[in-house]
């Protein structure tokens, strides 16, 4: 049982380059959700998933992109990275009924 | 919309000491209220859950309580150790959307 699981760990990326990171989860739970990490700022909401085929904007959704096509996978994509989201990504999971939420390990990405 | 507030940002206390760490929230009809840890360079682990109609929750040297109508929450840390350094953030549920987190408290216990 391996929880929540992120993909890759690091990743640098030049500015205007694409990319997706990988979420994926094995707890069957049907909320999954993305937030993004920065000094100061505290954990802020990107995209939010309530089950397969369902997404729904977050605080700072702009320049990220998400679909869900099964329960288990999540992934994240940079359309276009911009230096500004240099960033530690957080994906998560969550269960409905009692709200307690289970975070993977992080990406650390930089945009140069 | 909903605002989690913690305070003090930071905090250092000696080896030994009780300590309690405070949130705030704005909107009171939450679900539950969740605080975590996070060591740094690394991921939140979850420390304890309140649901909305429990007024406390305990885990060893751990105590969280959750006061709705004054939209408060504390988290008390008994005999604070050295390994309890890290940054401890508190995050609210209100059942339709992801949680909404405060910006943490970065603890240091001094041996």
């Known amino acids: 049982n391996a929880g929540v699981t992120q993909t890759p760990k690091f990743q640098v990326l030049k500015t205007g380059q694409s990319m997706t990171l990988q979420c994926a989860q094995d707890?069957?739970?049907?909320?999954m959700s993305w937030y993004r990490q920065d000094p100061g700022m505290g954990l802020r909401l990107i995209h939010y998933s309530v089950g397969a085929g369902i997404t729904d904007q977050g605080e700072v959704p702009n320049g990220y992109n998400v679909s869900r096509s099964t329960t288990e996978d999540f992934p994240l994509r940079l359309l276009s990275a911009a230096p500004s989201q240099t960033s530690v990504y957080f994906c998560?999971?969550?269960?409905?009924?009692?709200?307690?939420?289970?975070f993977g390990p992080g990406t650390r990405l930089t945009v140069t | 919309k909903q605002e989690v507030t913690q305070i003090p940002a930071a905090l250092s206390v000696p080896e030994g000491e009780n300590l309690v760490l405070n949130c705030s929230f704005t909107?009171?009809?939450?679900?539950?209220l969740q605080w975590f840890r996070q060591d740094p360079g690394k991921g939140l682990t979850s420390l304890l859950l309140?649901?909305?109609?429990?007024r406390e929750q305990t885990s060893g040297r751990l105590n969280a309580s959750l006061d709705k109508s004054s939209g408060r929450s504390t988290l008390y840390i008994a005999a604070s150790q050295p390994g309890d350094s890290a940054t401890y953030l508190c995050a609210s549920y209100s059942g339709n959307t992801p949680l909404v987190f405060g910006k943490g408290t970065r603890l240091s216990v001094i041996a």
């Open positions: 707890m069957n739970h049907e909320y």
């Open positions: 909107d009171s009809a939450i679900y539950n």
């Open positions: 309140i649901q909305s109609s429990q």
């Open positions: 998560a999971t969550y269960r409905q009924a009692s709200g307690e939420q289970y």
